[in-house]
């Protein structure tokens, strides 16, 4: 990443972010700064927010207190209607990859070009779609189904997706998650490539740490309803929090029914 990139506004900008789900208080003050171009991996056991927090920044949670903003934008003051135009700058991509089953994989990830309205032939889709596919190391496979593809397969048709509107944002929703070790490791090299090749701005909500050591530029640990301590990867497997050297060890955090609680 660029050092001049921090002389811009931060893509992404939390501030003492609040918010409660039916009865339970799920973020209880989250800061967390976003740069042009960098990869955050955002780490903490199951059930602890992370998933929430991807939501909030994309505008489809609302919160009770603190500021959400993203491309500059507050999206705690902004109209559903301008809030749709920043999405449009945004990729998701979804944990199990949610394709449709009905659908190619070509026309899974040309999905979200043929909802907007911007003109395009079916030839110059097709391009696109193609170029993608060969990028996630998926080409020859447009008129599979999903139930033909592998867990790791549809996680990287679902990166294409997310990348066919030429995003300046991926959000990415626990990307390992189901995947055996080999194929880990190559939707993690992948992340890191997508970001090299179309300079996207990726978070990466996760509880797989090996994983966002292997790809993330930073690495902020959720615990508690905030961000305890953010720092780049080698920096943060030695950092002295006793909870972050639990989650480095695998141990469980707190008391063992309040962890069972979470599964």
Not at 107 to 129: G, H, Q, S, W, Y
Not at 210 to 236: C, N, Q, T, W
Request: hydrophobic share 45%; net charge negative.
């Amino acid at each position: 990443m660029a050092e001049a990139s921090r002389e811009r506004e931060p893509v992404i900008l939390l501030e003492d972010v609040h918010c409660r789900l039916r009865d339970k208080q799920v973020l209880s003050g989250v800061d967390l700064k976003v740069w042009e171009g960098e990869i955050v991996a955002v780490v903490g056991v199951s059930g602890i927010g992370k998933s929430t927090l991807l939501k909030i920044i994309a505008g489809l949670l609302p919160i009770q207190k603190g500021s959400v903003r993203v491309f500059g934008c507050d999206l705690t003051k902004c109209s559903e209607e301008e809030i749709n135009e920043i999405r449009k700058q945004m990729g998701f991509v979804f944990q199990g990859g949610a394709l449709f089953d009905w659908m190619t994989v070509a026309d899974n990830v040309a999905f979200p070009l043929k909802i907007r309205d911007d003109n395009l032939t079916e030839v110059e889709i097709m391009e696109r779609v193609r170029e993608l596919l060969d990028a996630v190391g998926m080409e020859g496979t447009e008129n599979l189904l999903p139930e033909q593809l592998s867990g790791g397969m549809r996680k990287r048709v679902a990166i294409a997706r997310a990348l066919i509107s030429k995003p300046k944002l991926i959000l990415y929703d626990e990307p390992t998650s189901g995947l055996d070790p080999v194929m880990c490791g190559v939707i993690n090299d992948l992340i890191k490539q997508m970001r090299d090749q179309f300079g996207v701005t990726e978070v990466v909500v996760t509880h797989d740490l090996a994983s966002a050591v292997r790809f993330a530029d930073r690495i902020a640990m959720l615990h508690g309803g905030k961000i305890i301590v953010e720092a780049p990867p080698e920096e943060f497997l030695s950092v002295s929090n006793p909870v972050v050297q639990q989650f480095v060890r695998g141990e469980a955090i707190g008391p063992l029914t309040e962890f069972v609680d979470r599964i």
